[in-house]
């Protein structure tokens, strides 16, 4: 196969698979929030005191797009700012208890998505499924 036509197989796969995680659509979910403002939720919440440089290299997020969704999850009372042990110019980021129960439930959200999507498939080909993701995020590290 030429590289092109390897181009736009990974490409069309991206298309396919951006459209089956419901990514695209405006309330991820069935939330009020886009896809980006989940996912950072969600990494705030895996990864406590997390600091928004880190964020922001993590998930490949412009500095000024991230700071306006802090800014806004901390008028929201999703969370707080403390100094960091590390780096005291950085500011850890800490999930209120409100953050919390919200990142709980996308999480639990995402999980019963990919739980109906692929109630249909039998052992065998979500086994199989599962280790061609593996392959591709090793194959792309």
Not at 23 to 52: F, H, P, Q
Request: charged residues 35%.
């Amino acid at each position: 196969m030429k590289r092109a036509d390897m181009i736009k197989n990974i490409r069309e796969f991206n298309r396919y698979y951006t459209i089956w995680l419901d990514v695209m659509n405006k309330e991820y979910l069935g939330t009020e929030r886009t896809w980006t403002e989940s996912r950072i939720l969600y990494e705030m919440y895996a990864a406590k005191g997390i600091t928004a440089q880190n964020l922001c290299n993590q998930l490949h997020i412009d500095k000024s797009f991230m700071s306006r969704i802090l800014k806004n999850f901390e008028k929201e009372g999703l969370l707080e700012r403390f100094a960091d042990n590390r780096d005291k110019r950085e500011k850890s980021l800490v999930l209120t208890e409100k953050g919390n129960q919200i990142a709980e439930e996308y999480s639990h959200r995402a999980s019963e998505q990919v739980k109906e999507k692929i109630k249909d498939l039998d052992d065998g080909s979500c086994q199989k499924l599962c280790e061609a993701m593996e392959y591709i995020k090793k194959v792309l590290s």
